[in-house]
């Protein structure tokens, strides 16, 4: 999507887009447990204000967002009353640094080592083409044995903005090649949102975890 997509969703109080959500992601509650997260850096990438990152700064050692509109960030700090310093594209608090900057952008040496990634809101908010890009940056940042937790969206009939309808064997045609994938959650939603905003047929919320195996090769 354009990034003034973006900037004007936010400017609308995010109401252009499904994804915010004021609670505690469940399945972050019953697969990303404290003793999961204890001593990894987790990243989340296209991060908004999720109050996920509150949890993850609880229990893991690090955590580091990406967003790529400032104004995200800042209701994030102020929402939940969090001092930060900030140095240039970096909100930095303890155990937690949120970096103001477009994902595609980011090299290892700005996200330093990561051990998780956490997107429930990345994949399924870009269409095809960046689909494929975000994949790619998501395997140059990920160390071999890293995991992902991934969260899609299924439903019908699609629709053309995000957040995205992603299939499993969506999933599995992007990471196949050099990630292992355990299919954990695929529950219909008959009273989601999404279905009574926009007249959906069925909804089903996936997750998936997923643990890097491989550097692709490259030719």
Not at 67 to 85: N, S
Not at 205 to 213: N, Q, S, V, Y
Request: hydrophobic fraction near 40%.
């Amino acid at each position: 999507m354009h990034i003034q997509f973006w900037v004007d969703s936010w400017n609308a109080g995010g109401h252009k887009t499904s994804f915010h959500r004021q609670d505690v992601h469940p399945y972050v509650l019953k697969y990303l447990t404290p003793e999961v997260l204890r001593d990894k850096r987790v990243l989340v990438p296209l991060c908004g204000k999720s109050v996920d990152m509150i949890y993850f700064r609880e229990h893991a050692a690090q955590v580091i967002g990406v967003e790529l509109v400032e104004k995200a960030i800042l209701e994030f700090f102020a929402e939940h009353q969090i001092p930060f310093t900030r140095r240039g594209a970096r909100f930095e608090a303890d155990r937690l640094t949120i970096i103001c900057n477009n994902f595609f952008s980011l090299n290892r040496v700005d996200i330093g080592p990561i051990d998780w990634i956490y997107d429930r809101a990345a994949l399924v908010a870009l269409p095809l083409p960046l689909r494929q890009q975000y994949v790619c940056q998501v395997d140059k940042l990920l160390p071999v044995g890293g995991q992902q937790f991934v969260n899609t969206l299924e439903y019908f009939p699609r629709l053309e903005t995000p957040p995205f309808s992603i299939a499993p064997d969506e999933v599995a045609a992007y990471y196949c090649g050099n990630h292992s994938i355990c299919h954990l959650e695929q529950p219909t939603l008959p009273g989601h949102g999404m279905v009574r905003k926009f007249g959906l047929n069925f909804l089903k919320e996936h997750g998936f975890l997923l643990t890097k195996c491989s550097e692709t090769a490259i030719s």
